[in-house]
């Protein structure tokens, strides 16, 4: 078994792995190890049910966000969920597969006790279709939306955005995705050879206090709202079978506020290298090798996982490594100021770090999925060495942003500001390109900053935590994940992270997006500016 995993180490790696500083033993030990739970095979989403493909093709789909009803035995997504019907088939929470160029139209119906509105996270759509809270649908109303679909090939998702109500009712089960598709996509797969619901698998990460509403503690709220399981597409301790041949997994990290370091790893802790071909924006413009990926609330990564060379018996793991979460602002001492910004963590600070989670602090490492080598088959594709055409956002006389994120007078802010409905601090003129630097406090917490409806270039980053540092892959310091677009870029504490932003957008007149911290408790708790584009 390590013979075959070794090679196929070797064969795959084009920079050298370091064993000693990712392998993690033991953590074979934290697979399925709260009482007796057993193992249970992967939910994979079909072609109707839970998750189940929707492709609207043209029609209009109503969707209804009520109590979950018939959630499969054994399955944990909480209390409510988005129904919905088409072609006879019902559905939770539908995978929306939409072809780009497409014409979109949902009716929203809410059969909840409180206003609610849906937000198409990623999509590059009008204001009125942007879901982002502007707009609310009072209980027993509905709300159509009607757009077209103008972003790349990749995974996208939806949920609830309506201000200071998103993280319950996220929480509770009301999120799903969406899968775009257009020329590249269907090349690759039929380079690859990967097709939905076998060798192309959703994975959607949640973690979840099993068997407890959402009640966030004041704790909470300042850090974060962290489940003590992790639950795959709705199962917990999941396993899958698999056979010698290349998979593509993309992953959706819908939890509240868990950042996870992903890595595919031996039973012994090896990793295994994997190779990433999109993430948030969509496909990369070209392949990268990875051993790891950090990957936080709303980011999406998209990764090909070689089997080619494991052998029949052999078990690998999806798991999250060890990583210092860095929760460096303090509960107990004054949190962060502006003194802190550009110097060094004062020495003893990092004492006073701590971790959240109770039972699994964030950045404590879990297996996530098993994967049980179970048959041989043959399988000869080669990977693309290219994968979509992305220009570059020409940057040469764009103005530039600056943004603080910092903790004050109780609450997480965007330059010194917290959320108010209605008020657009950042005033954009349409059609130009803009560089935003998102500055983070040493003394502070990492940040998923999240932009609606424009996806953005990661240009460079700086004063990187070291470990994130480490896996820079060119000397602006960018990761692997910050490669092609994204929407939603983590921001380290003492990290600088610049952005290049180009606002041309079809639609007539002003339009107002939102710009945010996509940890759910921090958006909520006003950790979000408007944005006007006129
Ligand atoms: Cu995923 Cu403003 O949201
Ligand atoms: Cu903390
Ligand atoms: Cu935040």
Redesign the pocket.
């Known amino acids: 078994m390590l013979h075959g995993l070794a090679a196929l180490g070797l064969a795959a790696a084009t920079r050298p792995v370091r064993p000693d500083a990712l392998a993690t033993p033991g953590i074979a030990d934290s697979f399925c190890r709260t009482g007796s739970v057993p193992a249970r095979r992967l939910f994979i989403p079909g072609n109707a049910g839970y998750l189940g493909r929707l492709a609207p093709r043209g029609d209009a789909v109503t969707f209804t966000a009520g109590a979950a009803a018939g959630a499969p035995a054994a399955m944990s997504n909480g209390s409510l969920a988005f129904s919905a019907r088409h072609r006879g088939r019902g559905y939770a929470n539908p995978t929306l597969v939409l072809q780009r160029g497409e014409r979109v139209r949902i009716t929203l119906v809410n059969a909840l006790a409180e206003p609610t509105i849906t937000?198409w996270?990623?999509l590059t759509v009008d204001t009125r279709n942007d879901g982002?809270g502007s707009f609310l649908v009072p209980p027993g109303e509905r709300y159509d939306y009607d757009f077209e679909v103008r972003n790349r090939a990749g995974m996208y998702?939806y949920?609830p955005?309506p201000h200071g109500r998103?993280a319950a009712q996220t929480y509770r089960g009301l999120y799903g995705v969406i899968l775009v598709e257009d020329d590249d996509e269907r090349a690759l797969r039929k380079a690859l050879d990967v097709a939905p619901g076998s060798t192309e698998i959703p994975l959607v990460l949640q973690d979840r206090r099993a068997g407890v509403d959402y009640a966030p503690s004041p704790e909470d709220l300042t850090h974060g709202f962290l489940g003590d399981e992790l639950f795959v597409n709705g199962t917990h301790c999941p396993y899958l079978d698999v056979a010698t041949r290349l998979y593509r997994f993309r992953i959706l990290n819908a939890a509240n506020a868990r950042t996870l370091s992903l890595a595919f790893l031996t039973v012994a802790g090896t990793p295994i290298p994997f190779t990433l071909i999109g993430n948030d924006g969509g496909l990369l413009p070209a392949p990268v090798q990875c051993t790891q990926a950090f990957i936080s609330t709303?980011e999406r990564i998209d990764v090909l996982v070689d089997l080619r060379h494991a052998a029949v018996g052999d078990t690998l793991r999806l798991s999250t490594l060890a990583f210092d979460a860095m929760h460096a602002e303090s509960a107990t001492s004054a949190p962060a100021d502006h003194s802190a910004m550009g110097h060094a963590m004062p020495e003893g600070q990092r004492e006073a770090d701590h971790h959240h989670g109770g039972a699994w602090p964030e950045g404590a490492p879990r297996t996530l999925l098993e994967l049980r080598l179970r048959k041989r088959v043959a399988y000869d594709r080669r990977i693309p060495e290219s994968l979509s055409a992305i220009p570059r956002i020409e940057t040469a006389n764009a103005p530039e942003r600056p943004f603080r994120l910092g903790f004050a007078k109780g609450r997480w802010r965007i330059n010194d500001r917290v959320f108010e409905m209605g008020v657009t601090p950042i005033e954009v003129t349409r059609g130009t390109v803009e560089t935003w630097l998102l500055r983070n406090y040493h003394t502070s917490m990492p940040h998923a900053m999240?932009l609606?409806a424009f996806a953005f270039e990661v240009l460079a980053r700086e004063t990187s935590p070291d470990a994130v540092a480490a896996l820079a892959i060119d000397p602006r310091g960018r990761l692997p994940t910050d490669l092609g677009r994204k929407d939603?870029v983590l921001v380290w504490p003492g990290e600088s992270v610049r952005i290049a932003i180009d606002f041309t957008h079809p639609f007539p007149g002003p339009q107002t997006y939102?710009f945010?911290c996509?940890n759910l408790e921090h958006?909520d708790a006003g950790m979000?500016l408007g944005v006007a584009v006129t």
Request: charged share 5%; aromatic share 6%; no cysteine.
């Open positions: 937000h996270h990623g982002n998702w949920h955005h998103t709303a999240h609606h939603t939102m945010h996509h958006e979000m």
